[in-house]
């Protein structure tokens, strides 16, 4: 029967070359961003074309990487596809939980994936994930309200000036906060920001004894910092929002400045979207005593677990939701604000440039990503907003707990520190590092 629908259906959208021989249901795990959204509708077309029916399991970021592990971990084959980045890539295809895809067809074009996007999904040259959009982070602000306040914003602005102006900005009796910063707690969500700012700072999560270094003056004062921030010039409730929550608070011209992930700016910039899209410019993320790892080094990609039963299918779906011909389906359907930003060399032409005036600034950012370089002082590990390691996924959910209740002032931020460390101390101790 499943043949016969497949034949059906191929008949009828005269396309029979491309329908597989059995049309599978896919289940797809994945996180509730702009850009799945948009892939979520556009996606009857896959459907269309290979007959291929899909089951999207649409979940916010915390709760897809704790259903996406216990699934990886377990072998549990909830899912077909699944919505993971570039910490989990390397070490789960390292680990051979995941479907190598280095073997994808000549038409998907793999040279047209830029090379430093391939090395964060990669392990040994063997690529395990593939990306549909890539990522830095940087400044969003709002060029009016500078303007008012007789501001410049500087092309690489510091901690020091980044305060002053969220100073300047605040203005909460006519809704406007001076700037918003992710608060909720969670490895990918907090602490992806506050490492970058530790990283700024001078900061670094281990020594190259793999000791944590959360007990340490730069962690404080990059904390200390984050924390009077938030509560002097931030919106009500910072320890809730991440970066769903920020994105639709600046959308709204609530902040005055806005630190996150670049790949935001094609929602920024989208009119239908966005009440600032006309009203915005960016720069770089802020800078302390080092401007190394300042801007996180990032890319959402879609991976096929091991104990996955339909590959070949699963496959297909990877093949058309990140090619280039997907990209300009995004254009012409969506609008070129929103196409997948940093992941393709095509993508960037004069349609998108045209469109996107953050493009440039965007790629360059992503270019910059240096994972072996991103702490002032030297470390064993790799990564910018987080540490290459199977046991930071523990670490940064409870670290990223403590600073929240930090800003939520629910503890002191000294108190938050010596928990941190005691944490982290004795995961890395099970662990068998020292």
């Known amino acids: 029967m499943k043949a016969l629908k497949a034949t059906f259906i191929a008949a009828l959208v005269g396309a029979s070359a491309a329908v597989t021989a059995y049309a599978e249901k896919l289940t797809i795990a994945t996180v509730n961003n702009s850009d799945m959204i948009i892939m979520q509708e556009l996606s009857s077309e896959f459907t269309k074309k290979t007959g291929h029916e899909l089951n999207w399991v649409t979940l916010e970021e915390n709760v897809l990487r704790q259903r996406v592990t216990t699934d990886i971990a377990t072998g549990g084959g909830q899912f077909d596809i699944i919505t993971i980045g570039a910490y989990e890539a390397p070490m789960w295809g390292k680990d051979g939980k995941l479907v190598p895809l280095s ?75 001076g700037v918003c910063l992710r608060g909720k707690a969670g490895w990918g969500e907090n602490m992806a920001y506050v490492t970058t700012m530790v990283n700024a700072f001078g900061g670094r999560w281990f020594d190259m004894n793999w000791r944590p270094q959360l007990d340490s003056p730069e962690w404080k004062e990059a904390l200390t910092y984050y924390v009077d921030i938030l509560n002097n010039f931030g919106p009500p409730g910072a320890s809730s929002n991440g970066h769903n929550e920020n994105r639709a608070l600046f959308a709204s011209g609530k902040c005055g400045m806005w630190v996150d992930a670049t790949s935001a700016a094609g929602y920024i910039y989208n009119p239908s979207d966005s009440k600032v899209h006309d009203k915005t410019d960016f720069t770089r993320a ?59 060399k095509s993508t960037y032409n004069d349609s998108y440039y045209k469109a996107a005036p953050f493009a440039r600034t965007v790629l360059n950012s992503i270019m910059a990503m240096d994972p072996t370089k991103s702490t002032l002082l ?35 931020v000294e108190e938050a520190l010596e928990k941190s460390q005691a944490a982290t101390d004795r995961i890395m101790r099970q662990a068998g590092y020292y």
């Open 286 to 344: 802020p800078s302390a005593r080092t401007d190394r790892g300042t801007g996180w080094a990032w890319a959402w990609a879609l991976s096929i677990p091991k104990s996955s039963k339909k590959t070949d299918a699963a496959k297909q779906f990877l093949a058309w939701s990140t090619s280039k011909d997907y990209v300009n389906l995004v254009g012409e359907r969506k609008g070129w604000t929103v196409a997948p930003p940093g992941t393709r």
């Open 378 to 412: 030297p470390v064993p590990y790799t990564g910018v907003q987080f540490a290459a390691i199977p046991e930071f996924q523990s670490i940064g959910t409870q670290v990223g707990q403590f600073v929240a209740a930090a800003v939520a002032g629910q503890m002191s």
């Open 103 to 177: 073997d994808m067809p000549a038409s998907y074009d793999m040279d047209d994936v830029f090379p430093t996007v391939r090395d964060l999904l990669s392990h040994n040259g063997v690529i395990y994930a593939l990306p549909f959009y890539a990522e830095s982070s940087f400044t969003f602000y709002r060029k009016d309200l500078f303007a008012n306040a007789g501001l410049t914003m500087p092309a690489e602005p510091n901690y020091r000036q980044f305060r002053a102006y969220a100073e300047a900005l605040h203005d909460p009796e006519n809704g406007v906060y």
